[in-house]
């Protein structure tokens, strides 16, 4: 927590921007506090046993009260720096989910508002623990060339032309055998149906096969509607489905091959 104290006001008024559905982004930036001192408060609250809205109608003075009782608290040392840092993990975590932000990142911004925080490496420490916690696992069982799993990876990457120099923007088609994980990866310059369709080709030809089933993302390239149940397909993915084969000339796939949608 900041070593300033609030007075009263202004964490009615973080607690009251809360009520009305702002996130803790938000409330930082218009109320000019840090994101942990913000969980602070809010965890103060959680241990406290009050909702948001019953804390806003608390008196000047059981609000003071409740905010001095946790701050008399007694925490071994260093139990206090840990626990500003543990208050924003789950934050973190969504964080962490789109694109472009990293561990690294998150703990630069940690940083920068906790100069006497932790290193980087008990920050990935702690927080790694936090993710295992909170993460379960599940174990999935595949069978060998039942599905060949597809999608694009997220980020544009890059190439250097040898000869003028230039950087020239690549998508990367990504296609992986799960039973086995033998994966083909492939540069191309667009996502669009006609470069998509010849990455599938030049991923089965590499793999030396057909799979019983193609599993596609929520891709544009293949994927006309998208449909839990019921997705419906460009009809040059649906026509590549009916006819894949790893050599044109013979019928090494003698039954059209199941196109699959994921979420």
Not at 17 to 40: H, P, V, W
Not at 57 to 78: F, K, M, N, W, Y
Not at 115 to 132: D, E, L, R, V
Not at 203 to 219: E, K, Q, S, T
Request: proline letters at 4%; a negative charge.
């Amino acid at each position: 927590m900041a070593n300033k104290p609030k007075n009263m006001h202004q964490i009615r008024e973080i607690f009251r921007r809360k009520q009305q559905g702002e996130s803790n982004r938000s409330i930082a930036r218009t109320t000019g506090f840090s994101r942990s001192t913000i969980l602070e408060y809010f965890h103060i609250l959680d241990l406290s046993g009050y909702e948001v809205a019953q804390a806003i109608d608390l008196s000047e003075t059981a609000l003071q009260a409740l905010i001095a009782q946790s701050r008399q608290d007694v925490q071994p040392p260093g139990a206090g720096r840990k626990r500003d840092m543990e208050v924003q993990f789950e934050y973190m975590d969504k964080e962490l989910s789109r694109t472009g932000v990293t561990r690294l990142l998150l703990w630069q911004e940690y940083k920068k508002e906790n100069p006497a925080g932790y290193s980087y490496t008990q920050f990935c420490y702690h927080f790694g623990k936090y993710k295992n916690i909170q993460q379960a696992t599940a174990h999935f069982e595949h069978k060998p060339a039942e599905f060949m799993q597809v999608d694009y990876a997220g980020d544009i990457l890059h190439y250097i032309d040898q000869l003028t120099g230039e950087q020239i923007d690549c998508q990367v088609l990504v296609c992986t055998l799960p039973y086995s994980g033998y994966t083909y990866v492939e540069a191309m310059h667009t996502q669009q149906q006609e470069a998509f369709i010849a990455g599938l080709n030049h991923a089965l030809y590499f793999f030396g096969g057909v799979p019983l089933n193609i599993r596609l993302d929520n891709l544009k390239s293949g994927v006309k509607k998208a449909n839990r149940y019921d997705p419906e397909f460009t009809d040059l993915m649906m026509s590549f489905g009916n006819s894949a084969q790893t050599d044109p000339t013979s019928a090494l796939q003698t039954d059209p091959c199941v196109l699959t949608f994921t979420f």
